[in-house]
């Protein structure tokens, strides 16, 4: 029989216990479920492949600071963004949405509508500092997104005297210059910062890793000195330890996969699978890995409920953070969608869209596809045919999901943004037709862009020997093309640019006039105005009056070029046209 004093301890005892048990528990439930009160960093490298990463188990690159950071961090082995298109994804990445919710659809004309509030409001509301730094001129403030952030820098691709230079991207190192000086500005710990961070050429990369990879793996490797000196930065300062990193990338890169080099034209797994890694404070969960289904609109309400800020309405992106907190949790089955309008805006080819489940991916384009992801990860069996019953099931869910795909016109773009833009290749040189025009049975259906993909490459080769300053090769490879494809406006835009900036004027008057001639002719004479006018500019010389007025002639308008020629003998003298003209015969 136990005695008073026995009991007295023992009751003792359970009480202690009890208060122990109950300030573990509490201890547990604020450190899983407590607001983070540290900064929160978002980095989204430029066409960053997951693939391309050894800790998503490639051996071809080595990125040991990727590698530390994945150590502190939970690992999503398959992410997804919504574009393979940067402002687009971007977009997404910051407001929970998808394209077709935000109005954010291509690189250009489709500006961020003001009542598209983004993750850095609603952080501000919170009271968090908000920067965006940006590493390409597809962020520009100008798009929208400047407008969401308290401080927004964009300055990449000026020269000196602030006017658009050869670069449309500054190099990541010197973004995250002016990352660091603004997180030493703020004095706080309390901050969102967005970093998106692109590369230079291969020859950049840090310690020589360039040696022996593909210039692809290079920029990886460049990426990952850049991320390095970030987390070093941050943990000198003591704002890693606690705070959140995100690491992700705005799309992939095709190198070649499905024919296409780069991004933008197909919804394939290269083009729209991402990194994503994200660093808990206090590094919960490093080093694993979830095999959960997760979109790049997931990021935003993610880091607002790891804030403790509230969730807006109308997003469509969940929170990860039961799957963040436990290795056990998940989420339910769900189907990503994404979409590329890109390829009707840049050469008038058909646009697309697709649905990808935890198999299969189901395109909905001018072929329609369907893959198992599972047994075909490369995507080359198209079972569309084979398996009509599931491919319909999902054509269904996309289309109540998305409604039709009735893919809009872009707005009227500002001349100082479309000459940046179309020096890159991201501006066609024909208007987009409106959207109603697809409706027209008469008309012929828009081509497949797989299909041509090696005209598009091409194109882009030629768009990136020009932004190199090789202009002659530039010159023989938008030539190449256009032997190749008489009808593709952009490269006979960009070609004509070209030959004007080189001198060489006859071939630069039959590129413009084989340009014009591919407009309809109730809007031929117009946009014959508009671009003879801004050829002329301010003080326009006789080797271009010369031009300007050929080109009337060969459009049929000899009315035109007699008034032009009349203004030019005023501007320049009748001896100065005269020898002009003779150089163009």
């Known amino acids: 029989m136990i005695g008073p004093r026995w009991r007295y301890r023992l009751v003792l005892s359970l009480i202690w216990i009890a208060v122990v048990a109950a300030a573990v ?5 604020a450190r899983s479920s407590g607001p983070a009160y540290g900064p929160v960093v978002v980095v ?4 960053l492949r997951a693939d391309h990463l050894p800790v998503y188990g490639d051996a071809g690159v080595r990125t040991p600071a990727i590698d530390a950071l994945a150590a502190d961090s939970v690992i999503f ?3 997804y963004a919504h574009s393979p298109l940067t402002l687009p994804s971007t977009v997404s990445l910051l407001s929970g949405r998808l394209p077709f919710q935000h109005g954010v659809r291509d690189e250009a004309g489709f500006p961020l509508p003001p009542s598209v509030s983004l993750l850095p409001q609603w952080l501000h509301r919170r009271g968090f500092k908000t920067a965006g730094i940006v590493s390409s001129c597809l962020l520009r403030s100008d798009t929208g997104l400047g407008q969401a952030f308290g401080f927004f820098d964009d300055e990449a691709g000026r020269a000196a005297d602030g006017a658009p230079d050869r670069a449309c991207g500054r190099d990541g190192e010197d973004s995250l210059k002016v990352a660091e000086r603004w997180i030493e500005s703020v004095g706080s710990a309390r901050f969102f910062l967005f970093l998106h961070i692109d590369g230079p050429a291969p020859s950049a990369a840090p310690d020589g890793q360039a040696a022996g990879l593909s210039p692809y793996d290079a920029r990886v490797a460049y990426a990952d000195g850049v991320i390095g000196q970030l987390v070093a930065f941050l943990k000198k300062r003591g704002l890693y330890n606690g705070g959140i ?7 992939g890169e095709g190198l070649g996969d499905h024919g296409e080099q780069g991004h933008g034209l197909l919804l394939d797994e290269a083009a729209l699978r991402t990194p994503l890694i994200v660093k808990m404070p206090r590094r919960d969960g490093g080093g694993r890995h979830s095999e959960a289904l997760v979109e790049q609109a997931d990021i935003a309400p993610t880091l607002l409920d790891l804030v403790g800020a509230p969730r807006p309405s109308g997003l469509v992106g969940i929170s990860l953070r039961r799957v963040l907190d436990s290795p056990t949790a998940t989420i339910p089955d769900r189907q990503i969608y994404a979409e590329t309008i890109a390829p009707r805006d840049l050469f008038g080819w058909s646009a697309a869209r697709s649905l990808t489940g935890r198999r299969y991916r189901y395109l909905d384009g001018a072929r329609p596809g369907l893959y198992d992801l599972e047994t075909d990860p490369s995507e080359r069996a198209n079972l569309a045919a084979a398996d009509a019953k599931t491919a319909g099931q999902m054509k269904a869910a996309l289309d109540k999901l998305a409604g039709s795909p009735a893919w809009p016109a872009p707005a009227e773009i500002p001349e100082a943004d479309r000459a940046r833009l179309a020096a890159f290749g991201y501006l066609s040189g024909l208007p987009v037709p409106e959207p109603a025009d697809a409706a027209d049975s008469t008309a012929d259906p828009p081509a497949d862009p797989g299909a041509l993909i090696g005209v598009a490459n091409r194109y882009f080769d030629g768009c990136r020997l020009a932004a190199q300053g090789r202009t002659d090769a530039a010159i023989a490879e938008l030539q190449a093309v256009t032997a190749a494809a008489p009808t593709l406006a952009a490269a006979w835009d960009r070609l004509a640019g070209l030959l004007v900036e080189s001198g060489r004027f006859k071939n630069a008057a039959g590129a413009l006039t084989s340009l014009l001639k ?3 002719e109730d809007a031929r004479a117009a ?3 508009r671009r003879l006018a801004a050829l002329l500019g301010t003080e326009p010389t006789a080797d271009l009056f010369a031009v300007a007025s ?6 049929g308008e000899k009315g035109r070029a007699a008034e032009l020629r009349s203004a030019a003998r005023r501007a320049v003298g009748d001896a100065a046209l005269r020898k002009a003209e ?4």
Do not use: I
């Open 550 to 555: 050929s080109v009337w002639t060969s459009l």
């Open 77 to 79: 082995d398959r992410a």
């Open 518 to 520: 591919l407009y309809p």
């Open 245 to 251: 990193l995100v690491l992700t990338s705005d799309h």
């Open 25 to 29: 528990t509490g201890w547990l439930y």
């Open 527 to 529: 946009e014959a105005d």
């Open 582 to 585: 003779a150089g163009l015969r």
């Open 44 to 47: 989204s490298v430029e066409s």
